[in-house]
Protein backbone atom coordinates (compact mmCIF):
# COMPACT_ATOMS: atom_id res chain seq x y z
CA UNK A 1 0.00 0.00 0.00
CA UNK A 2 1.55 3.28 -0.84
CA UNK A 3 1.67 5.52 2.08
CA UNK A 4 -1.20 8.74 2.12
CA UNK A 5 0.10 11.58 4.29
CA UNK A 6 -2.57 14.08 5.12
CA UNK A 7 -1.35 17.34 3.25
CA UNK A 8 0.19 19.59 4.98
CA UNK A 9 -2.35 22.18 5.41
CA UNK A 10 -4.58 20.34 7.47
CA UNK A 11 -1.99 19.88 10.20
CA UNK A 12 -2.93 19.62 13.75
CA UNK A 13 -2.64 23.14 15.28
CA UNK A 14 -1.83 23.77 18.84
CA UNK A 15 -5.08 24.89 19.82
CA UNK A 16 -6.71 22.06 19.04
CA UNK A 17 -4.63 19.73 21.52
CA UNK A 18 -5.41 20.64 25.37
CA UNK A 19 -2.20 21.40 26.99
CA UNK A 20 -2.20 18.45 29.47
CA UNK A 21 -2.46 16.35 26.49
CA UNK A 22 0.87 17.61 25.36
CA UNK A 23 2.40 17.72 28.94
CA UNK A 24 1.13 14.12 29.57
CA UNK A 25 2.36 13.21 25.81
CA UNK A 26 5.66 15.01 26.42
CA UNK A 27 6.69 13.80 29.78
CA UNK A 28 5.39 10.17 28.99
CA UNK A 29 7.99 10.11 26.21
CA UNK A 30 10.82 11.42 28.36
CA UNK A 31 10.31 9.70 31.16
CA UNK A 32 9.57 6.35 29.40
CA UNK A 33 13.10 6.53 27.38
CA UNK A 34 15.16 7.14 30.68
CA UNK A 35 13.64 4.77 32.27
CA UNK A 36 15.37 2.17 29.43
CA UNK A 37 18.33 4.17 29.63
CA UNK A 38 18.24 4.01 33.38
CA UNK A 39 18.22 -0.04 32.93
CA UNK A 40 20.94 -0.05 30.09
CA UNK A 41 23.29 2.30 32.25
CA UNK A 42 23.24 -0.06 34.90
CA UNK A 43 24.68 -2.74 32.77
CA UNK A 44 27.26 0.14 31.98
CA UNK A 45 28.03 1.13 35.17
CA UNK A 46 28.53 -2.90 36.51
CA UNK A 47 30.59 -3.85 33.93
CA UNK A 48 33.89 -4.22 35.60
CA UNK A 49 32.32 -6.14 38.11
CA UNK A 50 29.84 -8.64 35.90
CA UNK A 51 32.70 -9.39 33.36
CA UNK A 52 34.60 -11.79 35.87
CA UNK A 53 30.94 -13.16 37.00
CA UNK A 54 29.90 -14.14 33.81
CA UNK A 55 32.41 -13.93 31.79
CA UNK A 56 35.77 -14.69 33.33
CA UNK A 57 38.96 -14.37 31.93
CA UNK A 58 42.67 -13.94 32.54
CA UNK A 59 42.66 -11.07 30.83
CA UNK A 60 40.16 -7.96 32.16
CA UNK A 61 40.46 -6.43 29.05
CA UNK A 62 38.66 -9.78 27.31
CA UNK A 63 36.44 -9.73 30.68
CA UNK A 64 35.51 -6.20 30.34
CA UNK A 65 35.00 -6.71 26.05
CA UNK A 66 32.63 -10.01 26.84
CA UNK A 67 30.28 -7.48 28.55
CA UNK A 68 30.19 -4.91 26.31
CA UNK A 69 29.27 -7.37 23.65
CA UNK A 70 26.37 -8.56 25.57
CA UNK A 71 25.16 -4.72 25.34
CA UNK A 72 25.62 -5.01 21.69
CA UNK A 73 23.72 -8.29 21.54
CA UNK A 74 20.71 -6.10 23.26
CA UNK A 75 21.40 -3.17 20.68
CA UNK A 76 21.27 -5.94 17.56
CA UNK A 77 17.94 -6.79 18.67
CA UNK A 78 16.26 -3.73 19.05
CA UNK A 79 15.58 -3.17 15.06
CA UNK A 80 13.59 -6.21 15.35
CA UNK A 81 11.73 -5.01 18.43
CA UNK A 82 11.41 -1.82 16.29
CA UNK A 83 10.09 -4.01 13.53
CA UNK A 84 7.58 -5.29 15.87
CA UNK A 85 6.05 -2.47 18.23
CA UNK A 86 7.04 -0.02 15.41
CA UNK A 87 4.45 -1.53 13.20
CA UNK A 88 2.14 -2.32 15.50
CA UNK A 89 1.78 1.66 16.81
CA UNK A 90 1.63 2.45 13.03
CA UNK A 91 -1.36 0.50 12.85
CA UNK A 92 -3.04 0.25 16.21
CA UNK A 93 -1.88 3.29 18.30
CA UNK A 94 1.50 4.83 19.89
CA UNK A 95 -0.04 5.17 23.55
CA UNK A 96 -0.21 0.79 23.68
CA UNK A 97 3.03 0.17 21.95
CA UNK A 98 4.81 2.40 24.84
CA UNK A 99 3.06 0.73 28.01
CA UNK A 100 3.45 -2.86 26.70
CA UNK A 101 7.23 -2.23 25.31
CA UNK A 102 8.22 -0.28 28.79
CA UNK A 103 6.81 -3.05 31.47
CA UNK A 104 8.84 -5.52 28.97
CA UNK A 105 12.32 -3.83 29.47
CA UNK A 106 12.01 -3.18 33.20
CA UNK A 107 11.04 -7.15 34.14
CA UNK A 108 13.87 -8.93 31.57
CA UNK A 109 16.54 -6.10 33.68
CA UNK A 110 15.13 -7.19 36.91
CA UNK A 111 15.21 -11.07 36.01
CA UNK A 112 19.24 -9.80 35.12
CA UNK A 113 20.00 -9.80 39.13
CA UNK A 114 18.39 -13.45 39.89
CA UNK A 115 20.63 -14.90 37.69
CA UNK A 116 23.23 -17.11 39.42
CA UNK A 117 26.68 -16.96 38.36
CA UNK A 118 29.00 -18.73 35.98
CA UNK A 119 30.72 -20.56 39.38
CA UNK A 120 27.47 -21.32 40.13
CA UNK A 121 25.43 -23.19 37.43
CA UNK A 122 28.83 -22.89 34.62
CA UNK A 123 28.51 -22.20 31.05
CA UNK A 124 24.35 -21.92 31.51
CA UNK A 125 25.40 -18.99 33.61
CA UNK A 126 26.54 -16.46 30.30
CA UNK A 127 23.88 -18.28 28.65
CA UNK A 128 20.91 -17.31 30.44
CA UNK A 129 22.53 -14.14 30.55
CA UNK A 130 22.88 -13.62 27.02
CA UNK A 131 18.96 -14.62 25.97
CA UNK A 132 17.84 -12.29 28.76
CA UNK A 133 20.00 -9.59 26.90
CA UNK A 134 17.78 -10.60 23.97
CA UNK A 135 14.29 -10.52 24.72
CA UNK A 136 15.65 -6.91 26.85
CA UNK A 137 16.66 -5.49 23.34
CA UNK A 138 13.26 -6.47 21.85
CA UNK A 139 11.39 -4.12 24.23
CA UNK A 140 13.58 -1.46 23.89
CA UNK A 141 13.30 -1.58 20.25
CA UNK A 142 9.56 -1.10 20.97
CA UNK A 143 9.95 1.68 23.31
CA UNK A 144 12.01 3.37 20.78
CA UNK A 145 9.12 3.52 18.43
CA UNK A 146 6.74 4.40 20.52
CA UNK A 147 7.86 7.18 22.62
CA UNK A 148 10.35 9.06 20.02
CA UNK A 149 6.67 9.58 17.98
CA UNK A 150 4.22 10.03 20.04
CA UNK A 151 5.72 13.20 22.16
CA UNK A 152 6.93 14.89 18.76
CA UNK A 153 3.36 14.10 17.55
CA UNK A 154 1.50 15.94 19.78
CA UNK A 155 3.66 19.16 20.95
CA UNK A 156 3.34 22.77 18.52
CA UNK A 157 5.89 22.40 15.82
CA UNK A 158 8.21 25.57 17.33
CA UNK A 159 9.15 22.77 20.31
CA UNK A 160 9.64 19.55 18.45
CA UNK A 161 13.31 20.53 18.21
CA UNK A 162 13.87 21.25 21.88
CA UNK A 163 11.15 17.88 22.79
CA UNK A 164 13.49 15.68 20.22
CA UNK A 165 16.96 16.76 23.05
CA UNK A 166 14.71 16.54 25.93
CA UNK A 167 13.49 12.54 24.63
CA UNK A 168 16.67 11.62 23.23
CA UNK A 169 19.11 13.44 25.09
CA UNK A 170 16.98 14.87 28.47
CA UNK A 171 15.60 11.27 28.53
CA UNK A 172 19.17 9.84 28.47
CA UNK A 173 20.04 12.35 31.30
CA UNK A 174 17.59 11.37 33.34
CA UNK A 175 17.91 7.54 32.96
CA UNK A 176 21.71 7.86 34.06
CA UNK A 177 21.26 10.37 36.74
CA UNK A 178 18.78 8.11 38.37
CA UNK A 179 21.82 4.76 37.27
CA UNK A 180 24.27 7.10 38.88
CA UNK A 181 22.13 7.44 42.37
CA UNK A 182 21.52 3.94 42.31
CA UNK A 183 25.16 3.08 41.65
CA UNK A 184 26.39 5.56 44.27
CA UNK A 185 23.46 4.31 47.44
CA UNK A 186 24.21 0.48 46.36
CA UNK A 187 28.07 0.82 46.37
CA UNK A 188 27.80 2.19 49.50
CA UNK A 189 25.48 -0.41 51.00
CA UNK A 190 27.72 -2.94 49.75
CA UNK A 191 31.41 -1.34 49.43
CA UNK A 192 34.03 -2.97 48.60
CA UNK A 193 34.36 -6.92 47.84
CA UNK A 194 30.25 -7.25 48.93
CA UNK A 195 29.44 -5.28 45.79
CA UNK A 196 30.84 -8.51 43.64
CA UNK A 197 28.36 -10.56 46.20
CA UNK A 198 25.11 -8.47 46.36
CA UNK A 199 25.74 -4.99 44.97
CA UNK A 200 25.19 -5.61 41.45
CA UNK A 201 21.77 -7.65 41.97
CA UNK A 202 20.59 -4.64 43.83
CA UNK A 203 21.27 -2.59 40.61
CA UNK A 204 19.27 -4.60 38.40
CA UNK A 205 16.50 -5.17 41.20
CA UNK A 206 15.88 -1.85 40.77
CA UNK A 207 14.37 -2.12 37.56
CA UNK A 208 10.87 -3.17 38.83
CA UNK A 209 10.81 0.60 40.79
CA UNK A 210 10.77 2.44 37.16
CA UNK A 211 8.02 -0.15 36.02
CA UNK A 212 5.57 0.59 38.71
CA UNK A 213 6.14 4.16 38.16
CA UNK A 214 5.28 4.07 34.68
CA UNK A 215 2.34 2.93 35.01
CA UNK A 216 1.24 5.84 36.53
CA UNK A 217 2.61 8.24 34.09
CA UNK A 218 0.91 6.16 31.22
CA UNK A 219 -2.59 6.19 32.81
CA UNK A 220 -2.87 10.33 32.00
CA UNK A 221 -1.73 9.49 28.04
CA UNK A 222 -3.96 9.92 25.45
CA UNK A 223 -3.20 8.98 22.00
CA UNK A 224 -0.72 10.84 19.46
CA UNK A 225 -3.29 13.40 18.13
CA UNK A 226 -1.32 13.28 14.20
CA UNK A 227 -2.05 9.26 14.29
CA UNK A 228 -5.58 9.86 15.26
CA UNK A 229 -6.26 12.12 12.43
CA UNK A 230 -4.23 9.56 10.15
CA UNK A 231 -6.35 6.83 10.70
CA UNK A 232 -9.34 8.60 10.67
CA UNK A 233 -8.95 10.42 7.47
CA UNK A 234 -6.70 8.32 5.32
CA UNK A 235 -6.61 4.88 6.82
CA UNK A 236 -3.27 2.70 7.77
CA UNK A 237 -0.76 1.05 6.26
CA UNK A 238 -1.12 -2.86 6.33
CA UNK A 239 2.58 -3.40 6.08
CA UNK A 240 4.27 -0.47 7.68
CA UNK A 241 7.71 -2.46 7.64
CA UNK A 242 7.89 -3.33 4.27
CA UNK A 243 7.59 0.31 3.36
CA UNK A 244 10.03 2.04 5.04
CA UNK A 245 12.13 -0.51 2.88
CA UNK A 246 11.02 -0.05 -0.13
CA UNK A 247 12.65 1.32 -3.10
CA UNK A 248 10.82 4.75 -2.60
CA UNK A 249 12.83 5.21 0.75
CA UNK A 250 15.86 3.33 0.29
CA UNK A 251 18.12 5.98 -0.09
CA UNK A 252 16.14 7.78 2.84
CA UNK A 253 16.83 4.93 5.27
CA UNK A 254 20.51 4.70 4.23
CA UNK A 255 21.50 8.05 5.06
CA UNK A 256 19.89 8.00 8.26
CA UNK A 257 22.10 5.04 9.08
CA UNK A 258 25.06 7.28 8.30
CA UNK A 259 24.02 9.81 10.89
CA UNK A 260 22.20 7.37 13.74
CA UNK A 261 25.14 4.94 13.76
CA UNK A 262 27.52 8.52 13.99
CA UNK A 263 25.77 10.01 16.45
CA UNK A 264 25.07 6.54 18.41
CA UNK A 265 28.50 5.45 18.53
CA UNK A 266 29.35 9.09 19.50
CA UNK A 267 27.45 8.85 22.86
CA UNK A 268 28.70 5.01 23.32
CA UNK A 269 32.01 6.03 23.53
CA UNK A 270 31.61 9.08 25.07
CA UNK A 271 29.14 8.92 27.73
CA UNK A 272 28.73 4.90 27.51
CA UNK A 273 32.25 4.70 27.91
CA UNK A 274 33.14 6.56 30.34
CA UNK A 275 32.06 4.31 33.21
CA UNK A 276 34.57 1.80 32.83
CA UNK A 277 37.12 4.47 31.37
CA UNK A 278 37.05 6.20 34.81
CA UNK A 279 37.30 3.22 36.44
CA UNK A 280 40.12 1.21 34.30
CA UNK A 281 42.22 3.93 33.01
CA UNK A 282 42.18 6.54 35.77
CA UNK A 283 41.25 4.01 38.21
CA UNK A 284 38.68 6.20 40.34
CA UNK A 285 36.82 4.10 42.87
CA UNK A 286 33.43 3.17 42.69
CA UNK A 287 31.91 6.14 44.69
CA UNK A 288 33.91 8.93 43.44
CA UNK A 289 33.13 7.86 39.81
CA UNK A 290 29.70 7.61 40.72
CA UNK A 291 29.39 11.36 41.88
CA UNK A 292 31.11 12.47 38.65
CA UNK A 293 28.40 10.32 37.03
CA UNK A 294 25.78 12.00 38.47
CA UNK A 295 27.16 15.43 37.70
CA UNK A 296 27.53 14.46 34.34
CA UNK A 297 23.80 12.88 34.02
CA UNK A 298 22.37 16.63 34.96
CA UNK A 299 24.80 17.94 31.88
CA UNK A 300 22.91 15.88 29.51
CA UNK A 301 19.63 17.11 30.52
CA UNK A 302 20.89 20.64 30.22
CA UNK A 303 22.81 20.40 26.99
CA UNK A 304 20.21 17.60 24.81
CA UNK A 305 17.43 19.87 24.89
CA UNK A 306 19.02 23.23 24.26
CA UNK A 307 21.06 21.85 21.58
CA UNK A 308 17.86 20.08 19.95
CA UNK A 309 15.91 23.78 20.05
CA UNK A 310 19.11 25.25 18.21
CA UNK A 311 18.03 23.15 15.22
CA UNK A 312 14.80 24.40 15.32
CA UNK A 313 16.11 28.07 15.31
CA UNK A 314 18.99 27.40 12.16
CA UNK A 315 18.08 23.88 11.14
CA UNK A 316 18.47 20.53 11.51
CA UNK A 317 21.43 19.86 9.10
CA UNK A 318 23.38 23.18 10.49
CA UNK A 319 23.28 21.80 13.95
CA UNK A 320 24.28 18.29 13.09
CA UNK A 321 27.10 19.80 10.77
CA UNK A 322 28.63 21.98 13.67
CA UNK A 323 28.29 18.84 16.39
CA UNK A 324 30.21 16.99 13.56
CA UNK A 325 32.72 19.53 12.88
CA UNK A 326 33.16 20.50 17.01
CA UNK A 327 33.67 16.73 17.76
CA UNK A 328 36.58 15.84 15.23
CA UNK A 329 38.43 18.52 16.52
CA UNK A 330 37.79 18.48 20.79
CA UNK A 331 37.00 14.58 21.10
CA UNK A 332 40.69 13.26 20.30
CA UNK A 333 42.16 15.81 22.64
CA UNK A 334 40.15 15.80 25.60
CA UNK A 335 40.00 11.80 25.34
CA UNK A 336 44.10 11.60 25.63
CA UNK A 337 44.44 14.50 28.20
CA UNK A 338 42.13 12.41 30.46
CA UNK A 339 43.58 9.05 29.93
CA UNK A 340 47.05 11.18 31.48
CA UNK A 341 44.97 12.16 34.79
CA UNK A 342 44.65 9.81 38.16
CA UNK A 343 42.65 9.02 41.32
CA UNK A 344 43.98 12.77 42.38
CA UNK A 345 42.78 14.57 39.84
CA UNK A 346 39.48 14.79 40.60
CA UNK A 347 38.55 18.05 39.80
CA UNK A 348 40.44 18.17 35.62
CA UNK A 349 38.86 14.54 35.34
CA UNK A 350 35.58 16.18 35.95
CA UNK A 351 36.35 18.89 33.66
CA UNK A 352 37.32 16.85 30.80
CA UNK A 353 34.38 14.21 31.21
CA UNK A 354 32.20 17.14 31.07
CA UNK A 355 33.66 18.25 27.56
CA UNK A 356 32.61 14.83 26.27
CA UNK A 357 29.40 14.22 27.06
CA UNK A 358 28.61 17.74 25.91
CA UNK A 359 29.47 16.45 22.50
CA UNK A 360 28.76 12.85 22.87
CA UNK A 361 24.87 14.25 23.05
CA UNK A 362 24.97 17.09 21.01
CA UNK A 363 25.46 14.85 18.38
CA UNK A 364 22.36 13.49 18.53
CA UNK A 365 19.92 15.16 20.14
CA UNK A 366 18.47 16.64 16.78
CA UNK A 367 18.28 13.45 15.24
CA UNK A 368 15.04 11.95 16.97
CA UNK A 369 12.74 14.82 15.11
CA UNK A 370 14.76 15.04 11.97
CA UNK A 371 13.96 10.85 11.48
CA UNK A 372 10.66 12.29 11.99
CA UNK A 373 10.41 14.30 10.02
CA UNK A 374 11.96 11.90 7.07
CA UNK A 375 8.77 10.07 7.26
CA UNK A 376 4.92 10.34 7.33
CA UNK A 377 2.58 9.76 9.89
CA UNK A 378 1.35 6.64 8.75
CA UNK A 379 5.00 4.50 8.66
CA UNK A 380 6.56 7.12 11.28
CA UNK A 381 6.95 4.56 14.31
CA UNK A 382 8.39 2.25 11.82
CA UNK A 383 10.51 4.58 10.14
CA UNK A 384 11.85 6.43 13.02
CA UNK A 385 12.07 3.44 15.01
CA UNK A 386 14.17 1.36 12.43
CA UNK A 387 16.43 4.17 11.51
CA UNK A 388 16.95 5.05 15.10
CA UNK A 389 17.73 1.50 16.21
CA UNK A 390 19.64 -0.03 13.20
CA UNK A 391 22.21 2.87 13.39
CA UNK A 392 22.19 3.29 17.15
CA UNK A 393 23.05 -0.83 17.12
CA UNK A 394 26.12 -0.85 15.30
CA UNK A 395 27.25 2.03 17.04
CA UNK A 396 26.44 0.18 20.55
CA UNK A 397 28.78 -2.19 19.07
CA UNK A 398 31.50 0.01 18.92
CA UNK A 399 32.89 -0.05 22.67
CA UNK A 400 33.59 -4.04 22.00
CA UNK A 401 35.64 -3.17 19.09
CA UNK A 402 37.24 -0.79 20.84
CA UNK A 403 38.42 -2.88 23.91
CA UNK A 404 39.45 -5.67 21.71
CA UNK A 405 41.36 -3.20 19.80
CA UNK A 406 43.12 -1.97 22.54
CA UNK A 407 44.71 -5.00 23.46
CA UNK A 408 45.69 -3.84 26.95
CA UNK A 409 43.98 -0.95 29.36
CA UNK A 410 46.87 1.06 28.23
CA UNK A 411 46.11 1.32 24.52
CA UNK A 412 42.78 2.22 25.36
CA UNK A 413 42.62 5.85 24.88
CA UNK A 414 44.26 5.81 21.02
CA UNK A 415 41.71 3.05 20.03
CA UNK A 416 39.01 5.85 21.20
CA UNK A 417 40.83 8.13 19.16
CA UNK A 418 41.04 6.47 16.14
CA UNK A 419 37.81 4.82 15.84
CA UNK A 420 36.27 8.46 17.47
CA UNK A 421 37.93 10.17 14.16
CA UNK A 422 36.51 7.90 11.59
CA UNK A 423 33.02 7.89 13.34
CA UNK A 424 32.68 11.44 13.45
CA UNK A 425 33.56 11.46 9.74
CA UNK A 426 30.63 9.08 8.62
CA UNK A 427 28.58 11.50 10.85
CA UNK A 428 29.79 14.61 9.02
CA UNK A 429 29.31 12.85 5.36
CA UNK A 430 25.35 11.61 6.13
CA UNK A 431 24.86 15.11 7.67
CA UNK A 432 26.15 17.10 4.52
CA UNK A 433 24.86 15.25 1.83
CA UNK A 434 20.75 14.93 3.67
CA UNK A 435 18.35 17.87 2.78
CA UNK A 436 16.83 20.23 5.32
CA UNK A 437 14.12 18.41 7.13
CA UNK A 438 12.70 21.60 9.83
CA UNK A 439 9.33 21.81 9.34
CA UNK A 440 8.90 19.25 7.07
CA UNK A 441 6.03 17.22 9.44
CA UNK A 442 3.52 15.42 7.62
Same mark, same amino acid.
Given at each position: ??????????????????????????? *??? @???????????????????????? @???????? $?????????????????????????????????????????? +?????????????????????????????????????????????????? +????????????????? *???????????????? %???????????????????????????????????????????????????????????? !????????????????????????????? @??????????????????????????? *??????? $??? +??? !??????????? %??????????????????????????????? %???? *?????????????????????????????????????????????????????????????????????????????? @??
Amino acid at each position: MTVTPVPPSETLTSDSISSRQIWAASL *ASI @FAWSLDLFDLFILLYIAPTIGPLF @FPSNSPTL $SLAAVYASFAVTLLMRPVGSALFGGYADKNGRKRAMIVAVFG +VGIATALLGALPTIEAIGLLAPVLFLILRLVQGIFVGGVVASTHTIGTET +VAPKWRGLLSGAIGGGG *AGVGGLLASVVFLIVS %LFFPGPAFAVWGWRFMFFSALVSTVLSFFIFRAVEESPLWARQERQAGVVKAPVREVFSR !KYAGVVLVNLLITFGGGAMYYLTSGYLPA @FLAKVNHLPKPAAAHILIWLSIVVIIV *APLVGHL $SEL +VGR !KPTLIGTGLVS %LVVIPITYHRLALLGPGDIGAITAYAVILTI %LGNA *AYAPILVFLNERFPTAIRSSGTGLSWNMGFAIGGMMPTFVTLASGSLAGIPLSLTIFLTVIVVLFLAGSIITPETRGR @FA
